[in-house]
Nanobody, 126 residues
Framework: VQLQASGGGLVQAGGSLRLSCEASGRTFNYAIGWFRQAPGKEREFVAAIKWSGALPYYTDSTKDRFTISRDLAKNTVYLHMTSLKPEDTGAYYC?????????????????????WGRGTLVTVSS
């Protein structure tokens, strides 16, 4: 699996950005997640979506501002971010879960994802 993240950039507080994560390869992706890492901090979960079409899920700090979606035909997952805050600054990574997910489970830990793309940098100025 190869994951290509793009769409990062510099934006003012209150602005919006849309990140893209294109997945390629023959392995099936059961879920795609977005994580972010601010300078000097641990990588943290942002949002994820299962390829089965189950409802996406978010961390509390992003659920009212970010929307994750997928385009099956393009094998691409998007993260639409609105009302951006300086604390949203960081490198954003997409990750793939290539093993089956039991019903009701919502992977949101780094260890639950198998492949990672390179990050795309988001900088939100105040």
């Amino acid at each position: 699996v190869q994951l290509q993240a793009s769409g990062g950039g510099l934006v003012q507080a209150g602005g919006s950005l849309r990140l893209s994560c294109e997945a390629s390869g023959r392995t099936f992706n059961y879920a795609i997640g977005w994580f972010r890492q601010a300078p000097g901090k641990e990588r943290e979960f942002v949002a994820a979506i299962k390829w089965s079409g189950a409802l996406p899920y978010y961390t509390d700090s992003t659920k009212d501002r970010f929307t994750i979606s997928r385009d099956l035909a393009k094998n691409t997952v998007y993260l639409h971010m609105t009302s951006l805050k300086p604390e949203d600054t960081g490198a954003y990574y997409c990750a793939s879960r290539t093993s089956p997910i039991n019903d009701g489970l919502r992977p949101d830990q780094k260890s639950e994802f198998d492949y990672w793309g390179r990050g795309t940098l988001v900088t939100v100025s105040s």
